[in-house]
């Protein structure tokens, strides 16, 4: 029977799919590869109706963007035919959804039915290693290495070895036993420095590196891996040295450059890496993770001008639009262009930067007295976003407070949580906000709800036991609290300053210190620094306190609280 019959068979059966069917019939089920079309229809006429028939599906599942239905029709007709192209393309598919689980049964198909194609041994390898199958893996690397005994391996081991330490123990066990038959292929020992490098043996880990690099000089995933464990093991300098020496010899690497630019980041050179970047664009201009982080080292930098040259790029581009945004509005208000600002952060309506947009664009409205826009702004934004509507009214609670503006704030939590009632982080806030108001009672009364509904929270316990030792004598009871609170959190800063300032309350000054240096020296806080500075002035230490005003006052020059603190003890 002709093969135009079977076709108007396929045609008829599934013709609801689209009205284009034999266009997309003749083009996609027969073109699974780049084989003549001669061979093609040769290929086709030996399939059987049901064959065809669900190759088609399969095509047609790709075209609706249901990738799950073509793997499987894929997969069984790869099984059925046993042909080349169609494992291929079952593999494609199966890549594609990042499914090893049913891509290592289609490669083991693949070696068996063609045992003398190297990508087929790649496949098998890289699926084996997905799916922690590490001898089967090594089996198939041994295969690979002996059709082509100079294939590159690096992008294979990155690509698939496994993120936990005790199955990177396992998988370094099965490649000692093929490193036996390779004691001098640098691919494998690229591998052996990545393992034992990842699992904390950076200096054994270098060594292997350094014989790899011996081996292949002009691997660049070597190289990379050797500024990699260099750095991991403290020696930034030289990690820095391999990076621009091979530069040198591959300035139009790409990836080299990258890197370096993240190691002069790392070593706090961001000028350097600014610099580089620039000339970088000059090649790249529209290279949007070069742009990226260009506009962010100028913005660092305070290269404004620079900055905003890169984020309207990426906003030309398409790209990052919701970053540039951001930093396009924080530099135009510290350029006190608050208007421009608020033009800017209006433009972010999603993404990671929303809700420090929602914050910014508050606090500008506030400065101007526009409560009322502020209000509107936030309950716009509830209403398109409904599944962040309580972190919102937090957030909205939060901005009001900051500009002192209590009673709107504590207003808005009133009613956050006559909506959402069981919104621990909302009567959190109103518990919070209660102290600021001076109402203990409602304070007491929120956290003693919280802690019914979650006895264990160390912030609770944190919040709960400073308020008591701050606010009140009730020396026991916040000690309890504060003791469960540092047994959940035992380096906190928060609660380490708590334990403190409740010793200094209770007259032991000089265990309260020991306590509150730690929790400053962790944290650099300035509610912490402000404790120490109190306590080392009321102990006497009047220059060191006086230091830690300064220091505070160096971190945030404007700072009301530190000014009226030394004002009120500095006297």
């Known amino acids: 029977m002709p093969i135009s019959y079977y076709f108007k068979l396929v045609i008829m059966k599934i013709s609801v799919f689209a009205p284009c069917i034999l266009l997309i019939t003749l083009s996609l089920t027969l073109n699974l590869s780049h084989a003549n079309t001669s061979d093609l229809t040769e290929k086709s006429a030996s399939f059987s109706y049901d064959s065809l028939y669900k190759l088609l599906v399969a095509e047609m599942a790709l075209q609706r963007a249901n990738a799950p239905l073509a793997l499987s029709e894929y997969a069984e007709q790869a099984f059925a035919t046993h042909d080349e192209q169609i494992i291929e393309r079952a593999l494609q598919v199966a890549n594609f959804l990042q499914d090893s689980s049913a891509a290592l049964p289609l490669a083991k198909e693949w070696v068996t039915q063609h045992p003398e194609q190297n990508k087929a041994f790649y496949q098998l390898a890289y699926h084996a290693l997905k799916t922690q199958n590490y001898t089967q893996a090594m089996t198939a690397i041994d295969k690979l290495l002996m059709l082509e005994p100079e294939t590159e391996l690096e992008a294979l081991f990155l690509s698939a070895y496994p993120t936990n330490p005790e199955q990177r123990q396992h998988m370094l066990a099965a490649l000692l036993a093929l490193e036996k038959n390779y004691p001098k292929n640098p691919h494998l020992l690229f591998a052996h420095a990545l393992l034992i490098g990842e699992n904390g043996d950076i200096t054994q880990a270098i060594n292997f590196i350094q014989k790899a690099q011996t081996l292949n000089p002009s691997s660049i995933p070597t190289i990379l891996l050797h500024a990699r464990l260099l750095s991991l093991n403290k020696k930034h300098t030289q990690a820095l040295q391999i990076l621009a020496q091979a530069l040198k010899k591959y300035p139009d690497s790409q990836q080299l450059n990258m890197h370096y630019i993240r190691a002069l980041i790392s070593n706090k050179d961001y000028s350097a890496a600014e610099k580089t970047l620039t000339k970088l664009l000059l090649k790249n201009p529209q290279n949007t993770e070069m742009l990226l982080m260009h506009a962010l080292l100028s913005y660092d930098n305070k290269h404004d001008a620079e900055a905003t040259s890169s984020f309207k790029k990426l906003l030309a581009l398409e790209s990052n639009t919701n970053e540039a945004y951001y930093y396009l509005a924080m530099m135009t208000k510290r350029q006190n262009n608050l208007t421009e600002a608020e033009s800017y952060l209006s433009q972010i309506h999603d993404g990671e930067r929303f809700l420090n947009a929602q914050a910014e664009l508050a606090q500008i409205r506030l400065k101007d007295q526009r409560q009322v826009q502020v209000k509107q702004q936030f309950n716009e934004a509830r209403q398109r976003n409904p599944e962040i509507a309580s972190t919102l009214y937090a957030l909205e ?10 009673e709107e704030a504590y207003a808005v939590l009133m009613d956050a949580i006559n909506k959402h009632p069981q919104d621990n982080m909302l009567l959190f806030s109103r518990a919070l906000l209660s102290e600021k108001r001076n109402d203990l009672i409602q304070f ?46 035992p380096n906190d800063p928060a609660i380490i300053d708590s334990v403190g300032w409740l010793l200094y309350k209770k007259g032991l000054t000089f265990e309260a210190l020991s306590y509150i240096k730690k929790a400053f020296a962790a944290s650099n806080d300035e509610e912490i620094g402000l404790h120490l500075a109190e306590i080392l002035w009321v102990s006497g230490y009047k220059s060191e306190a006086a230091a830690i005003w300064q220091q505070l006052l160096k971190q945030n020059p404007k700072s009301e609280a530190v000014l009226k603190h030394r004002a009120q003890w500095d006297k």
Do not use: C, W
Request: without cysteine; negative net charge; charged residues 30%.
């Open 397 to 406: 609670a939060e901005v009001l407070r900051e500009n002192q503006h209590l």
């Open 444 to 489: 007491e009364s929120d956290m003693t709800e919280l802690m019914k509904r979650d006895p264990n929270n160390a912030s609770y316990l944190n919040a709960y036991g400073y308020t008591l030792a701050d606010r009140t004598s009730r020396f026991k009871e916040a000690d309890v609290l504060l003791q469960a609170a540092i047994k959940l959190k």
